[in-house]
């Protein structure tokens, strides 16, 4: 092999290294977050306020670390559409709907359906002409939405099953879905992550407030205990570094490896809600959850390939 081609694999390697932490990390994060969700429902908080107060906070932190940076979000009828859109699908549609259901079927549930995005995703990608198609990821991709196939299907045979509130759930991903694709295709130009991901959750914040307006539902969160504002603090820096890493991720991985977000935060997440938090193991879990991880190995793996196969080419 020539040394050329050994520097570009080894660029490719490289280059593939920043978004698969990113990855990681985010995922990471996701899984935590549907624990912490589940948990204020505990503790008192309504979702509408549980994620209104902490989108909040995420917003506040990530704007003084763009002021750090000298990257504050721009204002334009461009950028503030981007906002709007972005937000509504990616973080108040979509976080709405996953907390208000989590009291109902559970963290566990939620976190593994948060890793069905990557076919719609995907096929979406191959449409718009954004990924090119290769068997490899697409093998990924399905095998993911196999795995939480399999763990739907088994949560709705349960005999306590809440149809309702398991439909409404599986709406979310495809708001994730959609959001993905949008974020890509009418990212605004010249812009980094750090100036685009405190404008879209300030958007949020702006969009979950309305929400309030609507009867019962509240902001109203109690001063009385230390135990939920300190709960929405933590949840505010998880949303932070969670959308910061996401942007990141779409900047230097694109849709289709940033969908995998939600497989990687279905591990995380499905092991703490059983052992830290007491839920019942949800059925199929070991066929649902091998499959999705092999779903994340492949499409991850397929990528490190492209890359590779892209330095070797020029």
Known sequence: MSESAQQGMAGGKKAWLIPVLCLIAGGGLIGIST????????V????????????????????????????LPPLSKPTLSYY???ALVSVAGSNLIFFSAIPHVGASFVALIISLPPLLTYLAAIILKIERFTKLRALGVVAALAGAGVLAARKFAAPDASVFWIGLALCGPVLLAIGNIYRTLYWPDNLSPSALAPGMLIAASMLLGLVSILPNYSLAVSLAEMLPLGLIAVQAFVFAGQFLLLFLLQKTGGPVLLSLL??????VGVPVAIFLQGENPPEGLFLGASLIALG?????????????SSQQTR
């Open 35 to 42: 624990n912490l969700a589940k948990f204020a429902g505990e």
């Open 44 to 71: 008192g908080l309504t979702p509408l306020a549980f994620l209104f107060w902490s989108i909040t906070g995420a917003a506040f932190i990530l704007l003084s670390y763009a002021c750090l940076r000298r990257e």
């Open 84 to 86: 709007l859109v972005a």
């Open 262 to 267: 939600g497989s990687v935060g279905a591990v």
């Open 296 to 308: 994340v190995v492949l499409v991850t793996y397929g990528g490190v390939k492209m890359a590779t």
